[in-house]
């Protein structure tokens, strides 16, 4: 199965911009879905971004709808998260993940999971 690790994230000041990356390994992602979620303290996984095996759909939360944009890059098994105008309550560990073709529209459709990587926006 396809092994994912994110990187990118850290400390930035609200309105600032991150961009998070995931790379693949194990299997080439363009047999996969893609998704990024993130899971603040004291709460549950949430959706934030998709993108279809061929990059033909993407799927955004309300949340960050206009402010955030994923992109894949399938000869180099990557998918980005570029994040701008963030805020405070954006400070979450944000992890990627893998489905097979399609976005899945519930957690359990997702079948591999990274480990995360801190997200955190000061005021």
């Known amino acids: 199965q396809v092994q994912l690790v994110e990187s990118g994230g850290g400390l930035v000041q609200a309105g600032g911009s991150l961009r998070l990356s995931c790379t693949a390994s194990g299997r080439t992602i363009s047999n996969y879905a893609m998704g990024w979620f993130r899971q603040a303290p004291g709460k549950e996984r949430e959706f934030v971004a998709g993108?279809?095996?061929?990059?033909?759909?993407?799927y955004y939360a309300d949340s960050v709808k206009g402010r955030s944009t994923i992109s894949r890059d399938n000869a180099k098994n990557m998918v980005y998260l570029q994040m701008n105008s963030l805020k405070p309550d954006d400070t979450a560990v944000f992890s990627c993940?893998?489905?097979?073709?399609?976005?899945?529209?519930?957690?359990?459709?997702?079948?591999?999971w990274g480990q995360g990587t801190q997200v955190t926006v000061s005021s």
């Open positions: 993108i279809n095996w061929s990059g033909e759909t993407t």
């Open positions: 993940a893998a489905s097979p073709r399609e976005i899945a529209l519930t957690l359990s459709g997702w079948i591999s």
